[in-house]
């Protein structure tokens, strides 16, 4: 079996489009205005990317992937009560053009489980478990700051794939009466990465350890390219003493309006 599923293209295969990923550190939190800035603990010195210079990088844009499902929920909380430590994310949208904030644009993401599930796909990665068809997507409309703030759960890991969440930014939304969203102009499809310390320490504990899949690092996966934060690798930092507490999760998404 190759590292990456036959239904998802590595990046390399993806066509470019004209996205970037802003500097993240204290570019990122001077961009955030209002986001929560979580308190540096041990964890943070080594899960913090270098920041780079406060300017615009261009990227590519990452695969949407296989389990993307349409007309999710909007909502801050996407947790459904699927076990997992928490993970609080606060992602920045900003223009690429001019590193302006942009408000009122919907923020999607979706991953898997600790046991590597997705919803409405469970049984893909060898696991007999509830599947609602729901846990563990959603998105938030950005406050006037540009921020999207959502409560998930730290992810776990299936076959051929690194620890990751996927994510793509509306525009123009229409909210509908059944508690999610219409319409609109998609701006950016791309994944969330994280780092590998952070998640082997969470990987050693219940219920992620119960995951027997072999778990593929950052750097045997065919779709993160090693680009740091301009690939979409969080910044993240300990919200806790012990992984169990959660991490927080903070990133600049820039796109092409």
Request: charged share 15%.
């Amino acid at each position: 079996m190759t590292d990456t599923p036959a239904n998802e293209t590595p990046a390399k295969a993806v066509i470019t489009r004209r996205t970037v990923l802003v500097a993240t550190g204290a570019t990122a939190a001077t961009l955030a205005v209002g986001a929560t800035t979580p308190p540096r603990t041990a964890d943070t010195t080594e899960t913090t990317p270098v920041a780079a210079a406060a300017v615009c990088t261009l990227t590519k844009e990452m695969t949407e992937g296989p389990y993307y499902l349409d007309g999710q929920y909007v909502r801050a909380d996407i947790t459904e009560g699927k076990t997992g430590f928490p993970l609080k994310l606060a992602l920045t949208v900003v223009d690429d053009d001019t590193c302006a904030t942009i408000s009122n644009a919907l923020v999607e993401i979706w991953h898997c489980d600790a046991l590597g599930e997705y919803s409405g796909y469970v049984g893909n990665n060898g696991h007999d478990e509830p599947d609602s068809g729901t846990f563990l997507r959603g998105g938030v409309l950005t406050d006037s700051a540009g921020v999207a703030n959502i409560t998930t759960v730290y992810p776990g890991w299936y076959v051929g794939r690194c620890v990751h969440i996927h994510v793509k930014v509306h525009v123009g939304v229409t909210l509908t009466s059944d508690g999610s969203f219409t319409g609109g102009t998609e701006l950016h499809t791309g994944q969330l990465f994280f780092n590998e310390t952070v998640t082997a320490k969470v990987g050693a504990l219940s219920p992620y350890s119960a995951n027997k899949v072999t778990h593929t690092t950052l750097a045997q996966d065919g779709i993160y390219d090693d680009g740091g934060a301009a690939s979409g690798l969080l910044t993240l930092a300990a919200l806790g003493s012990s992984p169990s507490a959660g991490y927080s999760g903070t990133l600049t998404l820039g796109v092409e309006r």
